[in-house]
C-alpha cells in the first residue's frame, strides 16, 4: 500500500515538474495563448493626435478589443520621425503587451538615415487601414493633368514647387514622380498636410499630395483639383480622376498602415491578432468607422505583411539612393 501511495506521489510530482517546465519555456507563447490578453496593449503611434494614422489606430483600438478580448491604449510617440516609438517596441518584452503602428515612413527613415534599424529587426503582425495618395495642384493652376504639369516643369527647370516633409513619404513621392518624369522640381520641406494645403492654399507651391479623401473635400469647394491618383488603380472615393500610371508615369505609392511587434514575437500572439483581425474586417461598424477616416481595411496576415513591408523597404531604398542619401 505504500509503495502505491509513494509511487503515485511519484507521479504527481514529475506531472507537475512538466507543466512546470513547459510553462516558463516559452512566456511569450503562454500570453499568446488562450489567456491572451490579460492586460491592456499598448499600441505606439509615431505620429500625433488628429491625423490619418492617429485617427485610423483608434478606430482600430476600439473595435479590435472586441474580437481579441482586451483593451488597446493608443501611445503618440512622434518624437524622432518614428524612431523612438520604433526603438520602444524593439527592444520590448516580446509578449504582445507594446506593438507599433505605423506606415512606409519607416522605411523613408531607414532610406534617409535618419533610423538605424529597419523592419527587419521587428515582427510584422498585419496590415490594417489604407488610404491612396493623390497629387493635387490649386484650382487656378494651367495644367490639369500630369502631362501639363510635367510640360511646365521642363520649359522651366527647377522652378515648380512641390510641397513635402523631407526624409518622408511625401518626398518621396515628389522624388518618384522627378524621377519618371525626368524633370526637375524644387521639393521644399512644409511639414504636416494641413500645413502643405494652407501653402498650396496661398500660392506658395505649386503642386502637394495629401490622401484622397481629404483631396475630395477640396475639390468639392473649389479650391483644388486632382492631378493624379498613386495607385494601380481608380481610387472608389474619386473614380473620375486617373492614376498617374494612366498617364504614362509610374508613380504608385498608397499608404497602408502595419502593425509590428518586437522581433522574437512568438506566432500564437501573431496568429491571435490575425484571427481576431480576420472577424474585424468582417465588422460594418468598423469599416463605416474606417470610411470616415477616409481610410480602408487592408487585410493581410503576419507573413503576407512580412513579405509586402521587406518589397516595400527595398524599393524605397533604391530611391533613397537615387536621391543621393
Not at 526603438?87 to 518584452?93: F, G, H, Q
Not at 491571435?272 to 468582417?282: D, F, I, P, R, V
Not at 470616415?292 to 513591408?309: D, F, M, P, R, W
Request: charged content about 20%.
Amino acid at each position: 500500500m505504500k509503495k502505491r501511495v509513494a509511487l503515485a506521489f511519484s507521479l504527481f510530482l514529475s506531472l507537475c515538474v512538466l507543466v512546470g517546465c513547459g510553462s516558463t519555456t516559452n512566456q511569450g507563447a503562454a500570453a499568446g495563448g488562450a489567456d491572451y490578453p490579460t492586460k491592456p496593449i499598448e499600441i505606439l503611434v509615431p505620429a500625433n493626435p488628429g491625423g490619418q494614422t492617429d485617427a485610423s489606430a483608434r478606430v482600430m483600438a476600439e473595435y479590435m478589443k472586441k474580437y481579441l478580448g482586451g483593451d488597446l491604449v493608443i501611445v503618440n510617440q512622434a518624437g524622432g520621425g518614428g524612431a523612438i516609438a520604433f526603438d520602444n517596441v524593439m527592444t520590448a518584452k516580446p509578449d504582445g503587451y507594446k506593438l507599433l503602428y505605423y506606415h512606409q515612413a519607416l522605411h523613408t527613415g531607414k532610406a534617409t538615415k535618419k533610423m538605424e534599424d529597419d523592419i527587419t529587426a521587428l515582427r510584422a503582425i498585419g496590415t490594417f487601414s489604407g488610404v491612396n495618395q493623390v497629387f493635387v495642384a490649386n484650382a487656378s493652376a494651367p495644367w490639369s493633368d500630369l502631362n501639363g504639369f510635367v510640360e511646365q516643369a521642363k520649359q522651366n527647370p527647377g522652378q515648380l514647387k512641390f510641397g513635402g516633409q523631407l526624409g518622408g513619404t511625401t518626398h518621396f513621392m515628389g522624388a518618384m514622380l522627378a524621377q519618371e518624369a525626368g524633370i526637375d522640381l524644387q521639393i521644399l520641406d512644409i511639414g504636416t498636410e494641413s500645413d502643405r494645403m494652407a501653402a498650396l492654399l496661398g500660392g506658395q507651391i505649386d503642386m502637394a499630395v495629401t490622401g484622397v479623401s481629404n483631396a475630395m473635400q477640396y475639390v468639392e469647394s473649389g479650391d483644388f483639383k486632382i492631378i493624379a491618383v498613386l495607385a494601380d488603380e481608380r481610387d472608389p472615393v474619386a473614380p473620375d480622376f486617373p492614376t498617374a500610371k494612366e498617364q504614362g508615369y509610374e508613380v504608385v505609392f498608397p499608404i497602408v498602415h502595419t502593425l509590428y511587434g518586437p522581433k522574437d514575437l512568438p506566432d500564437e500572439i501573431v496568429d491571435a491578432w490575425n484571427k481576431a483581425t480576420e472577424e474585424l474586417a468582417k465588422d460594418p461598424d468598423y469599416v463605416e468607422g474606417l470610411a470616415k477616416t477616409g481610410q480602408v481595411h487592408i487585410l493581410k496576415n503576419g507573413a503576407e505583411a512580412a513579405q509586402s513591408a521587406q518589397a516595400e523597404l527595398e524599393r524605397i531604398m533604391q530611391i533613397g539612393e537615387k536621391l543621393g542619401f
